[in-house]
T-cell receptor
Framework: NAGVTQTPKFQVLKTGQSMTLQCAQD?????MSWYRQDPGMGLRLIHY???????DQGEVPNGYNVSRSTTEDFPLRLLSAAPSQTSVYFC??????????????FGPGTRLTVL | AQKVTQAQTEISVVEKEDVTLDCVYE???????LFWYKQPPSGELVFLIR??????QNEISGRYSWNFQKSTSSFNFTITASQVVDSAVYFC??????????????FGSGTQLTVLP
């Protein structure tokens, strides 16, 4: 099992550009989520999904879109990048249905810089 | 709303000292889960422990131990005889099970632990 994979590992964007951060897991986990990590603020939840076709907003959803067409994939789209979106982004998945009540398996992260 | 506070931003100890990382949480739910994760300098997030709100037994795993006290809403983490390899950022996290925000995992801001040789 590859676990949770994220691409790219690094990305530099200009303000106003759009892009998609990819996340995939091969563990058949129903629950997947996206976090951003900023210095001194821990990890903050952007969006999450409890299964294919179901997504919901987390604590900081503005400027991001997600979709979940398959159990395996959970891409995060930046619609119009802003310098405030400079961060490290982590995707995670959790076994069991319904919520993040078990161990979360994290991807390696994507370091995004918006100029 | 759920909230996790890690008041210690940075802690520095000398190798072999014991160190306790504090975690205080807020929740109105009666059923919830608490977690600790480790983030070493390499950046990945490593799961350490999960505890549900009905299990107040302390847990020990090698040099690591966890003290869960519902009366003070705390879930503290102690490393005994610290080692340089313990240097990392440690996050405490909370997930409610039945409230409106039950599907969200909330992290504290983390404690940077530096163990000096």
């Amino acid at each position: 099992n590859a676990g949770v994979t994220q691409t790219p590992k690094f990305q530099v964007l200009k303000t106003g550009q759009s892009m998609t951060l990819q996340c995939a897991q091969d563990m058949n986990h129903e629950y997947m989520s996206w976090y951003r990590q900023d210095p001194g603020m821990g990890l903050r939840l952007i969006h999450y999904s409890v299964g294919a076709g179901i997504t919901d907003q987390g604590e900081v959803p503005n400027g991001y879109n997600v979709s979940r067409s398959t159990t395996e994939d959970f891409p995060l789209r930046l619609l119009s990048a802003a310098p405030s979106q400079t961060s490290v982004y982590f995707c995670a998945s959790t076994p069991g249905a319904g919520g993040p009540w078990n161990e979360q398996f994290f991807g390696p992260g994507t370091r995004l810089t918006v100029l | 709303a759920q909230k996790v506070t890690q008041a210690q931003t940075e802690i520095s100890v000398v190798e072999k000292e014991d160190v306790t990382l504090d975690c205080v949480y807020e929740t109105r739910d009666t059923t919830y889960y608490l977690f600790w994760y480790k983030q070493p300098p390499s950046g990945e997030l490593v799961f350490l422990i999960r505890r549900n709100s009905f299990d107040e037994q302390n847990e020990i795993s090698g040099r690591y131990s966890w003290n869960f006290q519902k009366s003070t809403s705390s879930f503290n983490f102690t490393i005994t005889a610290s080692q340089v390899v313990d240097s990392a950022v440690y996050f405490c996290a909370l997930s409610e099970a039945t409230s409106g925000s039950a599907r969200q995992l909330t992290f504290g801001s983390g404690t940077q632990l530096t163990v000096l040789p």
